[in-house]
């Protein structure tokens, strides 16, 4: 079994990414496999980039079908990464999945490869203005949340979301599951896909919050928190069902890479499972 680095004692201490080559190559690597690609906010040189890549399901009585029956025969996800600098894993898992292309044909992708390419600059979890990003979205005071979610209020909505992290305290790989309308859940699927390349954090207790076999299921309180995660925002105004991964940050790179690809193709897979293609 892979054994931990010990590097990240009080903090990201691992390997860091050039962030502007690491977009560079998204930016090759998407159209070629048939992404369009929106810039949704700029800094300097730095471009915020939404992917979409659409259904290729090609059943024709399911498209003439009811929008209920047309709705059914394709999934749509949001995918995003990047939101804390100091988490190099989510934007190179990124441009794993777009090169990799493994999507199921009946799924429509929305994916925001890097929401904080200034905090990667300087290897920091927050922006420059000292704002953790993924506690900005209930009253969002950062430039770089207010646009994400100025996009967001023009997308439909979403079947699923994943939001791709890393957590330098953890044991292994984890994630939390928000799913109140009790959908078939995916938890289990994603530990399951991701066991192989990875070790998962057995704790029972993550994050002050009780776990089991890397599951949280956390009770949330949508309107006592004032400093919203993305997730919250995504469960309140776009998707009913949708997973934070973390990836153990004190494991080697590449590994932290291959758990969060493993999980998202679990997850895409399992809900696309059964649609007419
Ligand atoms: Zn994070």
Redesign the pocket.
Known sequence: MTQKLGKNLDGYHGETIDIRSVLREIETAAPAHGWTSEIFHTHGDLDWIALHRPSRSTSTLCSAATEDGDHAARKRIHISAG??GD?PAGPLAALKLIQDDRWPGNMEIFLLPCLNPLGFLRNQRANPDGIDL?RDYRNPQSTETRRHIAWLERQPQFDLYLCL???WEAHGFYLYETNPDERTPLAEIMIAAVAPVCPVDGSEIIEGRPAQGGIIRPKISLHDRPDWPEAFYHITHKARQGYTLEAPSDFPLPIRVNALVAAVNAAVNSLTAGLMD
């Open positions: 939101i804390h988490e993924n992290h890393e957590d």
